[in-house]
């Protein structure tokens, strides 16, 4: 049965999903809510999603929430099944580290990312707000102060964890939206480590043809 996923292709939680659905080589068939508003039916939040977000994803008669969650169950059970990538190792102590990185992108990366891209790329079009351009500009100096910290964490790696993980997937949607914003690419490009990972990470298959939806999503809507 192919696995269902609810979520729109521009959302950062749902593009998670799908960067690691491709990665894996998992067929899936995905499945936008109607609208914004249709997340908060009582039908939705009864059979979807509790709290009324997305992405859901449904495999078989399973229904998993939270895209973190999701992308983890979807490599322990499927990783090597499609193709031969892991993203979640099989050893505890390189699990741990993933992990740990995940927790790093999780409460230091995504939270001044996410600000951005919702003063940038959201407030404006779904809500008609202008952006505010001081809350943008403390979370371009917060985001600095991690890719100091990430600088040094891709020390002679190519990935965080040395292979690529979900650490290194979980932080492409949003990194995206706010690279491809001119003004914010800089805190990318004036960091040597962390341009090559980025970079390496936009020429991954499943990275590089997620981003072209997610170009023709806001070119079209």
């Known amino acids: ?85 892991i993203l979640l190792p099989n050893d505890v102590h390189q699990a741990s580290l993933v992990d740990q990185y995940i927790s790093y992108e999780s409460f230091y990366y995504d ?40 600088e040094k964490l891709l020390e002679g790696k190519e990935y965080l964890n040395g292979e690529c993980s979900l650490a290194d997937l979980f932080i492409c949607p949003n990194t995206y939206h706010v690279y491809c914003i001119d003004a914010h690419s800089d805190l990318w490009d004036s960091r040597p480590n962390v341009k090559n990972w980025w970079n390496r990470l936009c020429n991954r298959d499943s990275v590089k043809t997620t981003f072209e939806e997610i170009k023709s999503f806001w070119e079209n809507n």
């Open 1 to 85: 049965m192919t696995i269902k996923l609810i979520g729109y292709a521009a959302s950062g939680p749902t593009t998670k999903v799908i960067i690691t659905l491709k990665e894996l080589g998992i067929p899936y068939e995905l499945d936008p809510p109607a609208t914004y508003q249709s997340l908060k039916d009582d039908d939705y939040i009864k059979n979807k999603h509790p709290f009324g977000k997305m992405p859901v994803l449904f495999d078989g008669d399973f229904r998993i929430t939270e895209s973190r969650a999701i992308c983890r169950y979807l490599a322990s059970k499927y990783q090597g099944k499609y193709n031969d990538t």
């Open 111 to 150: 939270p001044p990312l996410s600000k951005i891209v919702y003063q940038e790329k959201v407030a404006k079009k779904f809500f008609d707000k202008d952006p505010d351009l001081e809350v943008i500009k403390e979370n371009r100096e917060e985001l600095a102060k991690v890719l100091d910290v990430f």
